[in-house]
Nanobody, 124 residues
């Protein structure tokens, strides 16, 4: 079992920045990859970015490439999502997810563990 707790959400103006954190506890040594997903109003949950726990390999959705950066601190068992140049369309609940098996899929059902989510609101 892995427990995930997100933090760092809030309200920011367009063009601003936020950094989300996801603290993992439990069987973190079994984690292969972690990811961020988001669910905007009236939308399905969508992939944002992922990172492998050991090598730090990263992968991004096209919509956030160049603006968002995913990183991890293995000593703190924490994954971050630095979000710059935020747009109103980035408004969503952001979820952290983890999986034990190899691969960094972009489909939510491929991740076994989820956090409760943190709200990000970007005003125009």
């Amino acid at each position: 079992q892995v427990q995930l707790v997100e933090s760092g959400g809030g309200v920011v103006q367009a063009g601003g920045s936020l950094r989300l954190s996801c603290a993992a506890s439990g069987r973190t040594f079994s984690t292969y990859a972690m990811a961020w997903f988001r669910q905007g109003p009236g939308k399905e949950r969508a992939f944002v970015a992922a990172i492998t726990w050991s090598s730090g390999f990263t992968y991004y959705a096209e919509s956030v490439k160049g603006r968002f950066t995913i990183s991890r601190d293995n000593a703190k068992n924490t994954v971050y999502l630095q979000m710059n140049s935020l747009k109103p369309e980035d408004t969503a609940v952001y979820y952290c997810a983890a999986r034990f098996t190899r691969g960094i899929p972009t489909i939510q059902r491929e991740y076994e563990y989820w956090g409760q989510g943190t709200q990000v609101t970007v005003s125009s």
